[in-house]
């Protein structure tokens, strides 16, 4: 089992990312939740975090808030994406948890200081503030973090916010600057591989069949999350971003990549935030990075489906 902090910013495929990790208590422990600003304002993440471990069945989950905007930049948000409160799609009831005592970086520090070194992993599936403050704060958990499995970056596929940049890494490139140059195994699981996790009618329409609260609610926010790719790329389906960073952790062999070396551009006047992967390995930076390519796509969709559908029957 590895222990895990979910940073997030819920988020439809975060909430997806969360109960997938809450659904599989045989390959991960979830230590606590911290939330960041991103795609919605700190407020309603935090909240809508809480929603997801009620919804999920684990309201003893501790939900620690966390960075309210990005290190050196105004924050940029996704309503456009996500809906006006993030998690758009389906009516939930308010949390009825309290948000944990402490900031999310304080937990994060705290965790890592008192846990065995080497057994916690970082899950960060927003922008990456709260962990590089963190690091900056206390580089002494540096050496003690297992991993840090991000979703976020595009290399060969293009960005999504900018020709340049996805969006995680693009609203706090220097948090991401600083994470990518800390010296802790990375895994970057980009947009190359989550824009091939396209959900379809078929999947969607079993998601609900499984006939529980949670499968109802995967279904709408999918539902509610295509709506954009659809007009945008004329995709057929949404793309689950986030849930692959915890497949990973569940089920490596369902991805390939290689270890390479990964830059983020914190200052191009049009690339800000874009994630410089070598892949060629045509420089001589060291490699710091698994970068992962492609996914089994359906493989993904089978793992989630039976995970997703443990949940929410008793
Ligand atoms: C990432 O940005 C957010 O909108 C999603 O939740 C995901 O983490 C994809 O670029
Ligand atoms: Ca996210």
């Known amino acids: 089992t590895r222990k895990i902090i979910f940073d997030t910013d819920p988020g439809q495929d975060d909430a997806v990312a969360l109960l997938l990790a809450i659904a599989s208590p045989a390959e991960i422990e979830i230590l606590g939740v911290t939330t960041v600003a991103g795609n919605v304002p700190l407020d309603l993440t ?9 919804l999920g069945g684990r309201p003893d989950l501790p939900v620690h808030a966390g960075c309210d ?7 940029v948000t996704a309503e456009n994406v996500h809906g006006s409160t993030g998690l ?3 009516e939930l009831r308010p949390p009825r948890q309290p948000l944990a005592e402490g900031h999310a970086v304080d937990f994060i520090i705290d965790t890592l200081r008192r846990e065995p070194a080497g057994t916690v992993t970082l899950v960060a599936v ?8 963190a690091f900056d704060r206390a580089p002494d958990i540096i050496p003690r973090v297992a991993e840090v499995v991000i979703m976020g970056g595009a290399y060969f596929e293009v960005g999504n916010v900018t020709p340049a940049a996805e969006f995680n890494i693009y609203v706090d490139p220097e948090a991401a600057d600083l994470v990518f140059r800390a010296g802790v195994p990375l895994t970057i699981m980009p947009l190359d591989v989550t824009h091939r996790a396209l959900t379809d009618r078929a999947w969607v329409d079993g998601i609900r069949a499984v006939g529980t609260r949670v499968g109802e609610a ?9 709506r954009y790719d659809k007009a945008k790329y004329n995709s057929e389906g949404a793309p689950l971003h986030d849930p692959c960073a915890v497949a990973w952790l569940i089920k490596p062999e369902l991805f390939s990549g290689k270890k390479i070396n990964v830059v983020v551009e914190t200052r191009g006047e049009f690339t800000a935030g874009m994630t410089v992967a070598d892949w060629w390995g045509v420089t001589e930076r060291q490699p710091n990075a698994m970068f992962i390519r492609d996914v089994d796509r359906e493989g993904f969709f089978a793992l ?7 949940l929410g029957r008793g």
């Open 46 to 54: 935090s909240r809508n975090a809480r929603v997801i471990c009620e």
């Open 69 to 75: 905007a990005p290190l050196a930049r105004k924050l």
């Open 88 to 90: 758009d799609g389906i």
């Open 126 to 133: 927003g922008p990456l503030t709260n962990v590089a403050t």
């Open 218 to 226: 995967v279904a709408s926010w999918t539902d509610f999350f295509e």
């Open 304 to 310: 989630l489906t039976e995970r997703i559908g443990r």
